[in-house]
């Protein structure tokens, strides 16, 4: 599983092949042992099969469902007919092709409409984005096809909330804003994980904190040269407005 978005009781789902929908079934909820421990139970309704896009972040915008389509680098709604009917790529990946040419992942909603994207280069190359991986990551406004922000580390999940456009510079573990007039990153707080996944709840922000990989896909980024006792995995919660630390939810794996 890859993408997850909610919205008024609706969630989806991307997956290696398929996007999923679900809906909440309060009566269903209250059926569940132990009686009373469930808010919510989230039975499938829906599914597309988009073959292997590389599904990444998801969104709803009203009533529409938006995918981040990685191997075709765009953004697509998904089809009863098709694998996928594309919306949106940048404006320098010159055709739809299954070769991850940028490797764009996260997509932002800002007043009802698929608003804000994130890409690790500015490549028209099958995986040309792995060369730059350090700063050649992007943040673009998808109304305008404008770059807004350069030199990111593998940036992931922007997000819009209370009037400020966040994003995660995941490469250095990083939690920041971007000023819309000038492009600017300005970092509200650094994590010891590969930052992935970004949820709002009041005045509280939830960063999904990852391991990484030892591999060539994650050479050469700040977040790698940690020693691995130094890098967790988890779910961080930020204060919003001061940026400070409120709460740590990690996952371990226990040897035996």
Not at 73 to 82: D, H, I, K, L
Request: glycine letters at 10%; proline letters at 6%; aromatic letters at 10%.
């Amino acid at each position: 599983p890859m993408g997850l978005a909610l919205q008024a009781g609706r969630l989806a789902l991307g997956t290696e092949l398929e996007l999923l929908t679900f809906s909440n079934v309060p009566a269903v909820a209250r059926q569940l042992e132990p009686a009373g421990s469930h808010d919510a139970a989230f039975l499938p309704r829906g599914s597309f099969v988009t073959g292997d896009v590389q599904v990444h972040e998801i969104a709803w915008a009203g009533d529409a469902v938006y995918f981040v389509n990685t191997r075709f680098s765009c953004v697509c709604t998904p089809s009863q007919e098709y694998s996928f009917v594309p919306v949106w790529r940048p404006p320098f990946v010159s055709a739809l092709a299954p070769e991850d040419r940028c490797h764009l992942n996260g997509l932002a909603v800002r007043d009802g409409r698929p608003a804000y994207a994130t890409a690790l280069a500015e490549s028209d190359t099958p995986a040309g984005w792995r060369d730059h991986k350090r700063d050649g990551g992007l943040l673009l406004d998808i109304a305008s096809s404008e770059i807004i922000t350069r030199g990111l580390s593998m940036p992931h999940s922007p997000r819009w909330h209370a009037g400020r456009l966040w994003v995660l510079n995941s490469g250095e573990g990083g939690v920041g804003v971007v000023d819309l007039d000038t492009g600017r990153y300005q970092e509200v707080a650094r994590l010891p994980g590969f930052t992935r996944g970004l949820a709002f709840h009041g005045r509280y922000a939830f960063i999904g904190l990852s391991q990484i990989r030892e591999s060539a896909v994650f050479s050469g980024i700040a977040i790698a040269e940690l020693p691995l006792e130094q890098r967790a995995c988890g779910v961080w919660v930020l204060g919003v407005t001061s940026g400070q630390s409120v709460a740590f939810i990690q996952f371990q794996d226990l040897v035996q």
